[in-house]
């Protein structure tokens, strides 16, 4: 009887021991995962084919917009995106490298040119988020990399709006449905450092629901050296919803006025632009960007030696529009996109044929490819 219970009890306590040894080795485990499990790494790699129809093919016969603008086999960029995901406090560092990477981020220098984003953010309550550094535009539809654009190519609302900022801004969540940002920030796409001692405030009101979302954002501020410039104001309104299962429709809305220094009237932009697609299975879906974008009193009439330049027509009063009808298709094979596109631009005598004339259309072609991970 004593051996039996003492066999029963070394039985006990061995299980105990090997218990309590498990639990100790998980709990090790998780402690040593914790920080690691937070540590979230993506990006993409994109390239692209582009041909005039139209015009010559060389590099500069291209529409006004960003990117995807080279001729024939051409690069995109490499993108790379570390982030850490604390219950508090966290950080994103967002780099990027090749030609479309060098445009996001022209006003860089130096070995900061990578730099696409680089900013700190804390989770103050559930309702509260602060956010320090570089960040991409609140603004417009579109966005710098390509994995956040149904189009390969852009839109020249969103070429000439901002593309990134520097500074401080605070996220509002008022309910489930409400959102709300307020933000100090250095003049549009000065992300470095500030050479003007100005600065640009800006903000947001946004809903989100089942089907869709809208935002309405705002900026206002001296974007240059005091005295050379007047503020800038921006007003934007982005939407999307689903309207059906398969069928989504994006709207994008922006106006921008410049305010002259002494007599003179201001100048700037406006334009708006639809995005219908249709995902017509589960791997591929048909799209629509149709852009009407218009500048007045010379917005974007920029000096060239001696005379003046513009990405779209002017007229004597620095007055002139276009139109861009972009037709995209999006074929994913597993983590690869592919983008075959067709894009007409037509604004008053600002293109070249094939023969160097000048003329009112540039119809091009172009195939982008994108691999995300």
Known sequence: MKTQTFTHILKRLTFMSLALSFLGMQAQEETEKKWFDNVNVSGSVDGYYRYNITADNRDFFAPGTSFVNRAGFALGMANVILNYE??????????????????????????????????????VSEKVKLTFGNFNTYLGYEVISPVGNFNYSTSYMFSYGPFSHT?????????????????????????????FDTYIVGAQLGYSGETGSAFLNFRYGNEGEPGAVGPTFQADLTTGWDLTESFYLGINGTYLSTEPQGDGDASGFYGIALYPQLKTSESFTIGLRGEYFAQYNGGLVFADGGGFISPIAFDNEGDGDVIAITLTGSYDVGDLTLKPEFRLDSSEDVFLDKDDEVTSTLASFVVGAIYKF
């Open 86 to 123: 604390g219950s508090k406090v966290g950080f994103v560092a967002d780099l990027v490298y090749g030609p479309r990477g060098e445009e996001a981020v022209f006003l860089s220098t130096g070995s900061s040119q990578i730099v696409n984003q680089l900013y700190v953010y804390w989770n």
């Open 167 to 195: 500074g401080l801004k605070a996220d509002f969540a008022l309910n489930d449905e409400w959102s709300a940002m307020l933000a100090v920030m250095n003049p549009t796409d000065y992300t470095e450092s500030n050479p």
